[in-house]
């Protein structure tokens, strides 16, 4: 058991740009989420994975924002046309009725 | 909608003390969960704990003690004889059973800073 595995792990950008991430689960779980994390404030939940078929997206994943898990395995998430209140650390989870976090990826919009 | 409330922003204490973190909750639904995560300063977060709303029974682990009160609606967590490794963020959380994703609500974090 490898735990969850986020790449990269940081990320600079110049507002405009996009940026992918990825996220690679544990093997054996079909679950998988994302969450948004800003300074001083506890994550936040972006959207849910169950295999490959995205099941629930929160109000704060704007249409700049798109999630894949092609094969239910890795994920990915893609931000378009990045602005600087998309700043953040940005962590991927996955498990059953526990969820095991990823070390996540920070962005930094200049 | 749910909601986790965790009012202590920061605890300092020597090492040695014990110390209580607290967590309050909110929720229409019966059947829930609550969990304790760990964010030391390398930022990973750490799963600590997952108590369902049908078991109100303390558990202890180690150093670590989970008081679950449904009547007060609060799931407070007590480190006894702290540790400087015991200094990190630590957040409350909580997913609701009758949501397909089982999000989790986070609080806010308690920092939780022991001073050698």
């Known amino acids: 058991d490898t735990g969850v595995s986020q790449n990269p792990r940081h990320k600079i950008t110049k507002r405009g740009q996009n940026v992918t991430f990825r996220c690679d689960p544990i093997?054996?779980?079909?679950?998988l989420y994302w969450y948004r994390q800003t300074l001083g404030q506890g994550p936040e939940f972006l959207t849910y994975?169950?295999?490959?078929?995205?099941?629930?997206k929160s109000r704060l994943l704007s249409d700049r924002f798109s999630a894949e898990r092609p094969k239910g395995s890795f994920s990915t998430l893609e931000i378009q046309r990045t602005e600087q209140g998309d700043s953040a650390m940005y962590l991927c989870?996955?498990?059953?009725?526990?969820?095991?976090f990823g070390p996540g990826t920070r962005l930094t919009v200049t | 909608a749910q909601k986790v409330t965790q009012a202590q922003t920061e605890i300092s204490v020597v090492e040695k003390e014990d110390v209580t973190l607290d967590c309050v909750y909110e929720?229409?639904?019966?059947?829930?969960?609550l969990f304790w995560y760990k964010q030391p300063p390398s930022g990973e977060l750490v799963f600590l704990i997952r108590?369902?709303?049908?078991?109100?029974q303390n558990e202890i682990s180690g150093r670590y003690s989970w008081n679950f009160q449904k009547s007060t609606s609060s799931f407070n967590f007590t480190i006894t004889a702290s540790q400087v490794v015991d200094s990190a963020v630590y957040f409350c959380?909580?997913?609701?059973?009758?949501?397909?994703?089982?999000?989790?609500?986070f609080g806010s974090g308690t920092q939780l800073t022991v001073l050698p």
């Open positions: 093997s054996e779980h079909n679950r």
């Open positions: 989870a996955s498990g059953t009725y526990e969820q095991y």
């Open positions: 994975f169950q295999n490959e078929a995205q099941l629930e």
């Open positions: 929720t229409r639904d019966t059947t829930y969960y």
């Open positions: 959380a909580l997913s609701e059973a009758y949501q397909r994703a089982r999000q989790l609500t």
């Open positions: 108590r369902n709303s049908f078991d109100e």
